[in-house]
Nanobody, 126 residues
Framework: QVQLVESGGGLVQAGGSLRLSCAAA????????MGWFRQAPGKEREFVAA????????YYHDSVNGRFTISTNNAQNTVYLQMNSLKPEDTAVYYC???????????????????WGQGTQVTVSS
């Protein structure tokens, strides 16, 4: 069974940067795409970014487009989320996840992801 382990969260001032990492370990890793989601207190989990592993296509929520960058190291089964120009509204628990789907319409939806990490807290102070 595949396990995902996230790291890199923390406390940062508004305008600062953080880089999240998510490493997949376990049985043969065959996901078609990997994504990042976040959940703020009292809010539903929302899509942040995703990347297809074979083609490298990337997708972003409008609120992070231009500030966040998702990337992968397929040889190491790792996905990264570089977060720049952070805002207090980016404060949330960030989760990485994998999906067997590869089409945009599917990988934007959290219900299509089947393996999830434990989450890492990101707090942005004003």
């Amino acid at each position: 069974q595949v396990q995902l382990v996230e790291s890199g969260g923390g406390l940062v001032q508004a305008g600062g940067s953080l880089r999240l990492s998510c490493a997949a370990a376990g049985r043969t890793f065959s996901a078609n795409a990997m994504g990042w989601f976040r959940q703020a207190p009292g809010k539903e989990r929302e899509f942040v970014a995703a990347i297809t592993r074979s083609t490298g296509y990337t997708y972003y929520h409008d609120s992070v487009n231009g500030r966040f960058t998702i990337s992968t190291n397929n040889a190491q089964n790792t996905v990264y989320l570089q977060m720049n120009s952070l805002k207090p509204e980016d404060t949330a628990v960030y989760y990485c996840a994998t999906t067997r789907y590869g089409l945009r319409t599917n990988i934007l939806l959290d219900r299509n992801y089947d393996v999830w990490g434990q989450g890492t807290q990101v707090t942005v102070s004003s």
